[in-house]
């Protein structure tokens, strides 16, 4: 079985939220004097996209192989879950929990430890600007193809959360990356700037990230408050289609606060066995359930079971 790709980016951006908050950062747009470096973005004409380099060859293949793969064993799925995949209300409040509550990851300044630690629940209080970038080596129909899923798919964020998601590349909080394997590599100036407080561990992260490692977000937390202020994803440009969807889908949910993985979770993309590519019936109601206002950041396990478990019941049509 492949090794989950986004589930180990998101193992990284659990150690680091719950580092950050814990060390205070406030808000994460760069201050007036330090912009962050803007490279094209997807409202502006694009130009012709730079010869693809050999690092950038090699992992496109790698990754077609990859889609394939996952794709022959029947994983990948796009359907959302249907009767091969039923859950209940204790099934749904338990996943939430692990999910929304605990980190799987652990941060420190020199390394991330894999480590299940207790965390709080983590969202938006601040309306969600997500700005979109693209490397000079993504071709004008990429970019046109994923600019209008991704705002398709705030959309329906939006709807289920009922908070205000949007595109914004005016002042964004949220930055998406779309970038090939040479031009992620020189995106350390960007990111200190648009989150500051990074360690050099946490920008190697990205800069020198693995293979393994499909796409990645960070996100931060102000104080200890758990509101998030800002996020930065990061998209291979070399995945196909279906895969660089599937890293959208998971990568924009994992930072609206749902940053944990679970074996139990299903169907869910939020679970390392790859079966769901696409966000899930399970995962909508977790969405819901995370911006319902009966909830707050900030709130530990035993202050949320409870009423995640009410509104579980009510989701499922347990209570009118």
């Not at 705002?151 to 930055?175: A, E, M, V």
């Not at 050099?200 to 800069?207: F, Q, R």
């Not at 709130?299 to 579980?312: D, F, G, K, N, Q």
């Amino acid at each position: 079985m492949a090794q989950r790709g986004p589930r180990i980016a998101i193992k990284r951006w659990l150690g680091l939220t719950a580092a950050l908050a814990l060390l205070g950062c406030g808000e994460t747009l760069p201050p007036a004097t330090k912009p962050v470096p803007r490279p094209e973005v997807a409202a502006q004409p694009a130009p012709e996209p730079k010869p693809e380099t050999p690092a950038s060859a090699a992992a496109r293949a790698y990754y077609a192989e990859v889609q394939r793969g996952l794709l022959g064993q029947g994983l990948l799925r796009t359907d959302g879950g249907g009767a091969d995949t039923p859950f209940t209300d204790r099934m749904l409040a338990d996943n939430f929990i692990r999910i929304a509550l605990y980190d799987e990851y652990a941060r420190s300044s020199g390394s991330t430890v894999q480590r299940q630690t207790v965390s709080a629940l983590r969202r938006w209080q601040q309306p969600v600007r997500v700005g979109l970038r693209f490397g000079d080596s993504v071709s004008a129909q990429m970019r046109a193809t994923d600019t209008a899923r991704v705002g398709s798919y705030l959309q329906r964020l939006q709807g289920l959360t009922g908070h205000p998601i949007r595109l914004d590349d005016n002042r964004p909080n949220f930055w998406i990356y779309v970038v090939s394997e040479d031009e992620r590599a020189g995106l350390g100036p960007v990111l200190q700037a648009a989150m500051p407080g990074l360690t050099a561990n946490d920008v190697s992260g990205i800069t020198a990230m693995q293979r393994s490692t499909y796409c990645i977000v960070y996100a931060q937390s102000s104080g200890a408050s758990g509101n998030y202020t800002g996020a930065f994803a990061v998209i291979r440009a070399e995945h196909p289609d279906l895969l660089r969807l599937s890293c959208l889908h998971e990568e924009i949910a994992q930072g609206l606060g749902l940053p944990n993985d679970s074996p139990q979770a299903r169907p869910s993309i939020f679970n390392d066995d790859e079966e769901f590519a696409l966000l899930t019936t399970q995962d909508e109601k977790m969405l819901q359930m995370l911006y319902n206002p009966a909830l707050r950041p900030g709130m530990t396990e035993s202050e949320a079971r409870p009423i995640v478990e009410t509104l579980a019941r009510r989701l499922m049509g347990g209570e009118s």
